[in-house]
């Protein structure tokens, strides 16, 4: 099957920097989209960042100017540069991919997620 393997959060102080990582293997015919949404204590499951395989982006509003997603399709990876951080950016960060699985069709897939905690 496909698996996504994330990798790259940690333990940070605010106003520094973090680049998570997220590598996608399996049975992957083409991957049309990823991104990372992020889940906080007593906060709501948001999307943070993500990208076509054609290169368009979008942000949410919180990171827009901070955050960067790019990938690498050689790889099927993708990254998020994290710059400036704050308080707020703590949270669980999860990789998404929708994807074509070889032989069969299109489907969601998640990592297992990966910590990144903020401190004041």
């Known amino acids: 099957q496909v698996q996504l393997v994330e990798s790259g959060g940690g333990l940070v102080q605010a106003g520094g920097s973090l680049r998570l990582s997220c590598a996608a293997s399996g049975s992957i015919f083409s991957i049309n989209a990823m991104g990372w949404y992020r889940q906080a204590p007593g906060k709501q499951h948001e999307l943070v960042a993500a990208?076509?395989?054609?290169?368009?982006?979008n942000y949410a509003d919180s990171v827009k100017g901070r955050f960067t997603i790019s990938r690498d399709n050689a790889k099927n990876t993708v990254y998020l540069q994290m710059n400036s951080l704050k308080p707020e950016d703590t949270a669980v960060y999860y990789c998404?991919?929708?994807?074509?699985?070889?032989?069969?069709?299109?489907?969601?897939?998640w990592g297992q997620g990966t910590q990144v905690t903020v401190s004041s």
């Open positions: 990208i076509t395989s054609g290169g368009t982006t």
């Open positions: 998404n991919a929708e994807l074509i699985v070889a032989g069969t069709g299109e489907y969601d897939y």
